[in-house]
């Protein structure tokens, strides 16, 4: 069985443009969530979507978008990066919204924002 | 996270030995929990994971322990090899409403295995 599958694996975008990511969970899973991670910050919550509905947000500004597409795949976008945003991206699939069982995580995309 | 931390940021062990790393939690009503591996330049890898109606659950040289009455949980690692050096992070999950799905991180401990 596939595991979470993010792309691309490592990025670097100057200050100012837009990125976008993403993810493609276990087949089978129709959860996806979003985490950024970030030396300082550790493992911070952005987004979970499921049946391509966005279900819960974390506290991150409005360039922070995502979507989620009929086959549960998921993307996330950045806008007007700024330095800030350098940081590793992490997806992770379960197979319900509040399922009590999994959460597997991708290997991350690498931003760095120059 | 914003509510489960480490004791301890750093754990050296020697290998053979037994490693204890240990998480606290601040939310009661959290329902799930799971401890993740870390290595450089991955993504966390799902180790083992407790419901709340446990108080205990082993896994191949792992054994996660849950205290609710302390709200304390912690893994532990049997014969210790440096293949388990990473940072290891508790995350909780549930019992907050309208935030099903999502998991809280604690900071992570650092685990270093000597010869």
């Known amino acids: 069985k596939a595991g979470v599958t993010q792309t691309p694996r490592y990025l670097i975008k100057t200050r100012g443009q837009q990125v976008t990511l993403s993810c493609s969970p276990i087949?089978?899973?129709?959860?996806v969530s979003w985490y950024q991670q970030t030396p300082g910050q550790g493992l911070q919550f952005l987004f979970e979507?499921?049946?391509?509905?966005?279900?819960n947000k974390g506290n991150f500004p409005g360039r922070f978008s995502g979507r989620q597409f009929s086959n549960s795949r998921s993307e996330m976008n950045v806008s007007t990066l700024e330095l800030g945003d350098s940081a590793l991206y992490l997806c992770?699939?379960?197979?319900?919204?509040?399922?009590?069982?999994?959460?597997?995580f991708g290997s991350g995309t690498r931003l760095t924002v120059v | 996270g914003e509510s489960v931390g480490l004791h301890l940021p750093t754990l050296s062990v020697q290998e053979g030995d037994n490693s204890i790393i240990n998480c606290a939690y601040s939310?009661?009503?959290?329902?799930?929990f799971i401890w993740y591996k870390q290595e450089s330049g991955k993504g966390p890898q799902f180790i083992i994971d407790?419901?709340?109606?446990?108080d205990k659950r082993q896994g191949q040289r792992v054994t996660v322990l849950l205290n609710k009455t302390v709200k304390h949980l912690s893994l532990q690692i049997a014969a210790t090899q440096p293949g388990d050096s990473a940072v290891y992070f508790c995350?909780?999950?549930?019992?907050?409403?309208?935030?099903?799905?999502?998991?809280?991180f604690g900071r992570g401990t650092q685990l270093t295995v000597w010869p």
């Open positions: 992770a699939s379960s197979p319900t919204a509040d399922s009590n069982y999994g959460y597997t």
């Open positions: 087949s089978g899973h129709r959860s």
């Open positions: 979507y499921f049946s391509e509905t966005q279900r």
């Open positions: 939310n009661s009503a959290s329902d799930y």
């Open positions: 407790i419901r709340s109606n446990m």
């Open positions: 995350a909780e999950k549930g019992g907050r409403g309208s935030t099903l799905g999502r998991l809280y």
